[in-house]
Protein backbone atom coordinates (compact mmCIF):
# COMPACT_ATOMS: atom_id res chain seq x y z
CA UNK A 1 0.00 0.00 0.00
CA UNK A 2 0.95 3.73 -0.94
CA UNK A 3 0.68 5.11 2.68
CA UNK A 4 3.43 7.11 4.02
CA UNK A 5 1.69 6.83 7.56
CA UNK A 6 -0.46 4.58 9.25
CA UNK A 7 -2.05 5.75 12.49
CA UNK A 8 -4.62 3.59 14.38
CA UNK A 9 -6.97 5.38 17.16
CA UNK A 10 -8.28 3.04 19.86
CA UNK A 11 -9.49 2.20 23.23
CA UNK A 12 -10.33 -1.26 25.19
CA UNK A 13 -13.70 0.78 26.72
CA UNK A 14 -16.59 1.54 24.22
CA UNK A 15 -18.43 5.12 23.99
CA UNK A 16 -15.49 6.94 24.56
CA UNK A 17 -15.72 8.63 21.45
CA UNK A 18 -12.97 7.06 19.15
CA UNK A 19 -14.42 7.08 16.44
CA UNK A 20 -16.08 10.62 16.53
CA UNK A 21 -12.11 11.73 17.32
CA UNK A 22 -10.51 9.75 14.24
CA UNK A 23 -13.36 11.06 11.96
CA UNK A 24 -12.80 14.81 13.26
CA UNK A 25 -8.76 14.16 12.91
CA UNK A 26 -9.22 13.08 9.84
CA UNK A 27 -11.14 16.07 8.30
CA UNK A 28 -8.64 18.27 9.83
CA UNK A 29 -5.86 16.52 8.19
CA UNK A 30 -7.76 16.27 4.73
CA UNK A 31 -7.10 19.96 4.19
CA UNK A 32 -3.39 19.85 3.59
CA UNK A 33 -3.09 16.06 3.16
CA UNK A 34 -4.34 13.01 1.25
CA UNK A 35 -5.93 10.70 4.27
CA UNK A 36 -7.37 7.25 4.39
CA UNK A 37 -10.02 5.67 7.31
CA UNK A 38 -10.20 2.28 7.88
CA UNK A 39 -12.98 1.50 9.90
CA UNK A 40 -12.24 -1.52 11.71
CA UNK A 41 -14.97 -2.20 13.80
CA UNK A 42 -16.75 -5.01 12.01
CA UNK A 43 -19.89 -5.15 14.52
CA UNK A 44 -20.53 -1.99 15.33
CA UNK A 45 -18.73 -0.02 12.15
CA UNK A 46 -19.35 4.13 12.66
CA UNK A 47 -17.40 5.97 9.79
CA UNK A 48 -19.67 5.86 7.14
CA UNK A 49 -22.66 7.15 9.56
CA UNK A 50 -19.88 9.87 10.95
CA UNK A 51 -18.89 10.38 7.54
CA UNK A 52 -22.37 10.30 6.17
CA UNK A 53 -21.72 7.59 3.21
CA UNK A 54 -24.21 5.93 2.05
CA UNK A 55 -23.37 3.99 -1.11
CA UNK A 56 -21.68 1.02 -1.38
CA UNK A 57 -18.18 0.27 -2.24
CA UNK A 58 -17.06 -0.96 -6.13
CA UNK A 59 -15.07 -4.16 -6.42
CA UNK A 60 -13.37 -4.54 -9.38
CA UNK A 61 -12.51 -7.43 -11.57
CA UNK A 62 -9.53 -8.22 -9.97
CA UNK A 63 -12.19 -8.52 -6.63
CA UNK A 64 -10.25 -5.45 -5.21
CA UNK A 65 -12.33 -2.71 -2.88
CA UNK A 66 -12.35 0.96 -4.14
CA UNK A 67 -12.76 3.15 -1.18
CA UNK A 68 -15.04 5.55 -0.87
CA UNK A 69 -14.18 9.26 -1.18
CA UNK A 70 -15.73 11.67 1.08
CA UNK A 71 -14.69 15.38 1.98
CA UNK A 72 -11.68 14.06 0.13
CA UNK A 73 -11.05 11.20 2.37
CA UNK A 74 -11.15 7.88 1.35
CA UNK A 75 -13.01 5.32 3.36
CA UNK A 76 -13.28 1.75 3.51
CA UNK A 77 -16.18 0.60 6.33
CA UNK A 78 -18.26 -2.71 7.36
CA UNK A 79 -20.89 -0.47 7.35
CA UNK A 80 -21.02 0.33 3.99
CA UNK A 81 -20.65 -3.00 2.67
CA UNK A 82 -23.39 -4.78 4.82
CA UNK A 83 -27.01 -3.72 4.76
CA UNK A 84 -26.62 -1.28 7.65
CA UNK A 85 -29.89 -2.38 9.82
CA UNK A 86 -28.64 -5.79 10.19
CA UNK A 87 -25.62 -7.00 12.80
CA UNK A 88 -22.59 -9.02 11.86
CA UNK A 89 -23.16 -12.48 14.08
CA UNK A 90 -20.14 -13.76 13.85
CA UNK A 91 -17.30 -15.64 15.48
CA UNK A 92 -13.84 -14.96 15.91
CA UNK A 93 -12.31 -16.49 12.47
CA UNK A 94 -14.78 -14.68 10.67
CA UNK A 95 -14.35 -11.29 12.10
CA UNK A 96 -10.24 -11.83 11.47
CA UNK A 97 -11.62 -12.84 7.40
CA UNK A 98 -13.54 -9.67 7.26
CA UNK A 99 -10.82 -7.47 8.46
CA UNK A 100 -8.14 -8.95 6.39
CA UNK A 101 -10.55 -8.65 3.62
CA UNK A 102 -10.62 -4.70 4.24
CA UNK A 103 -6.77 -4.47 5.05
CA UNK A 104 -5.99 -6.58 1.94
CA UNK A 105 -8.26 -5.97 -0.81
CA UNK A 106 -9.09 -2.09 -0.10
CA UNK A 107 -7.04 -0.19 -3.47
CA UNK A 108 -5.91 2.60 -1.37
CA UNK A 109 -4.58 5.78 -3.47
CA UNK A 110 -1.31 7.70 -2.21
CA UNK A 111 -1.93 8.29 1.51
CA UNK A 112 -0.15 10.40 3.79
CA UNK A 113 -1.70 9.04 5.97
CA UNK A 114 -4.35 6.08 7.06
CA UNK A 115 -6.30 6.22 10.06
CA UNK A 116 -7.68 3.23 11.77
CA UNK A 117 -10.56 3.03 14.01
CA UNK A 118 -10.15 0.39 16.07
CA UNK A 119 -13.09 -1.58 17.91
CA UNK A 120 -13.10 -1.74 21.83
CA UNK A 121 -11.47 -4.34 23.44
CA UNK A 122 -8.34 -6.51 23.23
CA UNK A 123 -9.36 -9.17 21.14
CA UNK A 124 -8.74 -10.88 17.88
CA UNK A 125 -9.39 -7.56 15.64
CA UNK A 126 -6.55 -5.81 17.33
CA UNK A 127 -4.32 -9.28 16.99
CA UNK A 128 -5.86 -9.33 13.27
CA UNK A 129 -4.65 -5.76 12.62
CA UNK A 130 -1.34 -5.80 13.98
CA UNK A 131 -0.49 -9.12 11.93
CA UNK A 132 -2.05 -7.44 8.71
CA UNK A 133 -0.07 -4.20 8.49
CA UNK A 134 2.59 -2.17 10.02
CA UNK A 135 0.71 0.36 12.36
CA UNK A 136 3.01 3.28 12.98
CA UNK A 137 1.60 4.91 15.53
CA UNK A 138 -1.35 4.18 18.17
CA UNK A 139 -3.10 7.24 19.76
CA UNK A 140 -4.97 6.41 22.94
CA UNK A 141 -8.65 7.22 23.31
CA UNK A 142 -9.55 8.14 26.84
CA UNK A 143 -12.39 9.73 29.13
CA UNK A 144 -12.35 11.44 32.40
CA UNK A 145 -14.25 8.24 34.46
CA UNK A 146 -12.22 5.39 36.62
CA UNK A 147 -13.80 2.95 34.07
CA UNK A 148 -12.54 4.47 30.53
CA UNK A 149 -8.94 4.90 32.90
CA UNK A 150 -9.42 1.23 33.85
CA UNK A 151 -9.69 -0.15 30.19
CA UNK A 152 -7.01 2.70 29.11
CA UNK A 153 -4.36 0.67 30.92
CA UNK A 154 -5.16 -3.50 29.82
CA UNK A 155 -4.97 -1.39 25.89
CA UNK A 156 -1.15 0.00 26.96
CA UNK A 157 -0.48 -3.81 28.48
CA UNK A 158 -1.53 -5.24 25.20
CA UNK A 159 0.31 -2.58 22.72
CA UNK A 160 3.55 -3.19 25.27
CA UNK A 161 3.22 -6.48 24.60
CA UNK A 162 3.29 -6.53 20.91
CA UNK A 163 5.62 -3.77 20.62
CA UNK A 164 3.77 -1.23 19.23
CA UNK A 165 4.51 2.55 19.00
CA UNK A 166 1.96 4.71 21.15
CA UNK A 167 2.38 8.13 19.92
CA UNK A 168 0.33 9.22 23.00
CA UNK A 169 -3.39 9.76 24.10
CA UNK A 170 -6.03 12.19 23.92
CA UNK A 171 -8.74 12.71 26.64
CA UNK A 172 -12.18 12.83 25.41
CA UNK A 173 -14.70 14.96 27.88
CA UNK A 174 -17.68 13.24 26.02
CA UNK A 175 -20.22 13.94 28.77
CA UNK A 176 -18.92 17.15 29.76
CA UNK A 177 -17.99 16.02 33.13
CA UNK A 178 -16.53 17.99 36.00
CA UNK A 179 -14.30 15.28 36.87
CA UNK A 180 -10.35 15.42 36.97
CA UNK A 181 -8.75 11.98 36.42
CA UNK A 182 -5.34 12.05 37.65
CA UNK A 183 -2.37 11.50 34.82
CA UNK A 184 0.30 9.97 36.73
CA UNK A 185 -0.10 6.88 35.03
CA UNK A 186 0.80 8.36 31.99
CA UNK A 187 3.41 10.35 33.08
CA UNK A 188 4.92 7.12 34.65
CA UNK A 189 4.56 5.14 31.38
CA UNK A 190 5.85 8.04 29.40
CA UNK A 191 2.66 8.66 27.55
CA UNK A 192 2.35 12.40 26.48
CA UNK A 193 -0.78 13.92 26.55
CA UNK A 194 -1.67 14.89 22.85
CA UNK A 195 -4.87 16.88 23.64
CA UNK A 196 -8.48 17.16 25.11
CA UNK A 197 -11.61 17.32 23.47
CA UNK A 198 -14.02 19.31 25.80
CA UNK A 199 -17.16 18.49 25.15
CA UNK A 200 -18.82 19.48 22.38
CA UNK A 201 -22.49 19.14 20.58
CA UNK A 202 -21.24 19.32 17.35
CA UNK A 203 -19.09 16.76 17.60
CA UNK A 204 -21.08 14.36 20.45
CA UNK A 205 -23.72 14.47 17.25
CA UNK A 206 -21.33 14.86 14.50
CA UNK A 207 -21.47 17.36 11.94
CA UNK A 208 -19.09 16.37 8.80
CA UNK A 209 -18.82 19.92 7.66
CA UNK A 210 -18.14 21.41 11.43
CA UNK A 211 -14.36 22.21 12.04
CA UNK A 212 -13.54 22.09 15.86
CA UNK A 213 -11.03 24.08 17.34
CA UNK A 214 -9.63 21.20 19.25
CA UNK A 215 -9.22 18.45 16.69
CA UNK A 216 -7.31 21.33 14.77
CA UNK A 217 -4.64 21.90 17.99
CA UNK A 218 -4.42 17.93 18.46
CA UNK A 219 -4.25 17.43 14.76
CA UNK A 220 -1.26 19.94 14.85
CA UNK A 221 0.45 18.32 17.68
CA UNK A 222 0.23 14.57 15.82
CA UNK A 223 1.47 16.06 12.63
CA UNK A 224 4.29 17.44 14.73
CA UNK A 225 5.40 14.32 16.05
CA UNK A 226 5.12 11.38 13.41
Known amino acids: MPIKKIIAFGSAKGGVGKSSITASIALCLSRTKSVGVLDADIYGPNQNILLEINEKPIFDDNKKIQPIKKNNIEV ?35 LDYLLIDMPPGTGDAYLTVFNEIKVNHFILVTSPNILAMSDAKKTISLLERLDINILGYISNNIFDSEEILSNKFFIEKNI ?32 SNV
Open 76 to 110: ISMGSILDQDKAAAWRGPMLSGAIKQLINSTEWGD
Open 192 to 223: KNLGNFNFDKNIYNFDINYESQDAIDITAVIE
